[in-house]
């Protein structure tokens, strides 16, 4: 996928300044520019990049004046910013594939209703009494429940399974593989082996949702699980029975969540950590990445390590562990020095 | 899904004591009971919650005599804790579609034989060559391997794979995603590079297993890798080639077994905990979430930390940890005096 | 499946000594060997073994001098280590499926080749403009996205998911549930919300290269997330967008690499690693199981622990950890013989 300078300046309403045949494939920074590449001004402290950049076309504001010569096509916009922001927008419209319809071989439960905005795939399987909203694209192969419901614009990616009575807000992605609404862990041990916990609840997933591939948020014993609008999970990610995201928390791959955990709103949550169950944390936590959590969290710390503590005091911590060995040579002499004193 | 304080009554034999109108639509405990809910009392300890619960039903048992005026309607039965137990069941049942039949869409492969009792739904691929028990349920795309056996009554819900020539036993609940029978990861340098070593052997899952979403067990090179009867794993879980899981072990989410690896019967593994390969894990074991473990563990321990130790050294070496910039300062302190003490 | 000494020896080229009528269903380890098992001897250092061995049949060179009676029926070969690889890949073959054409109940778009050598199961969905090489396997409920490729004799098990635009080159094996090209975890923060940043870029994963069920590796922003030639990753990985994975590097179940990392080539990762985003590692790097990677690496090292430092100085550390409550006793009774001697 190529444009020229000319075809960019019409779809943004912008003008062109050099070679209106300028050809870019890609979008880059204006530091990292390359041949091929478009790049935008924004930010003034970035000004004198533009003179040496190498991407083939730079978006400039229409007041932008240059005070030396510039090898790159310029292409004057109200807001350089905003308008690379739409082009990958619409770059990415062009790259992905605007599936529409119903297609023959997929298996639609009488009754439900398929507003005809939606797209749902071959090998798609809608159950009894699902309620699925305007311009909802359902790739081939997705598996809704029973009752289950999934909101306007919503965006179940292959292979996304949706349980029994759960429920997707608007505007959400869920990626390859997602599983939402599986039992929850609960098993209460009787006489020697275990017996089954019914998981009775179900999940609930606000608006504005994204969830990575193979990412998976079981329902609840009783109740919902909750992930709130705006939060973001990365893939293979664990959200456990009866947990609650807050709105806008954002949460790296491979993070596991026990049963009952209560996390904030506008937490952001690195690789691969762990949080014990029936927990709760504050709003606007930053753990580090692979940071285990035993227990609650205040709102706004920084933690870090296993067992978390303080991301300051952690960093000492691993920097005193380094001198651990010298610390014992240290404390041999001390004990040595004392010994003579003490013959003396 | 609402009943009734009559309606519950006329199900468990109990006789009502209050409104028979009361209406229910969940389950809570005592001490957290609210309106809509329904609770029951077991244990003596507990009894004085009866007079200030907000659950709209108590069951309690025949011969239970209050002693204050009691808010909630009542339910007399022989044994409430048995009788709640049964109403989560009936209600799980009232809840999860109960599927029969095979659906048109679905892939069996000739001489299959599927009971009437069994359910196989569209888009399900059973290969040529699998035993298929009585009242199993296969959801949508599922996929079952050539010469693979299902036991009776297992649910494998949407999108379970199991390889061909794996077993799976009778009860067991293997959930969305779940991957049986992939490749172990067996590969033999050769000249700089790897030759894929053969995964030649198969899984073979014992009787009431329970497996969480896309948990994967691997094949065994030769033999089998063996999950024993009543093992309970959670989601995101890794099971190498090779590795043996005793009865009624229980393994919280994103669990890690590495090959060859054995673990015992009744074993407790918290989440994110990761076994190096060929160790043997004694009976009884527990281990603290995200622990990891690089050698055998006699039975009955209790481990943490990584490498992980004894729970009690694990909680004073953290505790140490904690104290170290401090004794820092302490041994500097410590060298001064000493210096000065050596000048006198 | 059982084979008779007479009939390994007339698949490999060999001569009896013994009974021809010896049976084997499984390979063992010549110190390993039990009754219907065959071994092979290679190694000089293991020759004592095959006057005890319990395997049924043993794969000797044609030169082989017994210096005692020997128990197992022989087989003369001119190379027995390559003999039995070469029936361990027989073995193989014979039990894996050989999967050939397109099973009717498929979706392949129009336009799209299929080879004759090919096989496509039931519910594999093939989009429009995707390229399928020869001889490639894509069993059911695959999804091969728009414009995707793959390489000839590559191999597709049940449920792999290939995102449109991605590549997979030649002789790959992806196992079941395996996600290639979702988004990557890519949000700029904007009025206390998120705003997605499209994900334009693809994944282009080399040859020879075998990915782990439920494994994902996600699309880069811009450009490619690069799986170089000869690759390995074992189950549930997580290759976050634009990170690069040098020729046959390996890496252990459920390791993390956060975006834009670039891994050299033949390095050896264990399981529950985690990379943190942006960073370098050179070739030929080991990384012991559940370590934290928050920095660059040179070519070469040996790393461990969390944060990572030298093996060495992580061993150490372990060993001065566990006696660190000894030696705060140390410390105190220093500090008890310092004030006695001040008090002189």
Known sequence: MQFTAEQIASMVG???????????STVAKIEEGHKGSISFLSNPKYTHYIYTTDSSIVLVSRDFKPEQTIKATLIRVDDPYATVAML????????????KGIEPQSAIAEGVEIDDSCYV????????GAKI?????????????????????TILYPGVTIYHHCKVGTDCVLHAGVVIGADGFGFAPVNGHYDK????????IGNNVEIGANTCVDRA????????????????????????VGTNTVMASQVGVAGSTKIGCHCMVGGQVGFAGHITIGNGVQ?????????????????????A??????????????????????????????AELENK
Chains 1, 2, 3 share one sequence.
């Open 197 to 204: 916990i019914p998981q009775l609840g179900n999940v609930v």
């Open 287 to 307: 753990i580090g990445a692979q940071s285990g959590i035993p227990r609650d969290i205040p709102d706004g710390k920084v933690m870090m390590g296993y067992p």
């Open 133 to 153: 909203g305007r311009n909802v694209k359902i790739y081939p192969r997705c598996f809704i429940g029973m009752n289950a419901e999934i909101g306007d614009n």
């Open 88 to 99: 990958m927008q619409m770059a990415a419209k062009m790259l992905t594939p605007d599936m």
């Open 221 to 244: 014993t009783m109740g919902s699980t909750v992930i709130e609008d705006g939060v973001k999970l990365d893939n293979l990610i664990q959200i456990a029975h009866n947990c609650h």
């Open 121 to 128: 795939g071959s090998f798609a399987y809608i159950s009894k």
């Open 309 to 338: 503590v303080d991301a300051g005091q952690f960093a000492r911590q691993a920097a005193t562990l380094a001198r651990l060995p010298e610390m014992m040579k240290t404390i041999s002499a001390l004990q040595k020095k004392i």
């Open 14 to 24: 912008g003008t062109v300044e050099g070679d209106p045949q300028a050809v870019v």
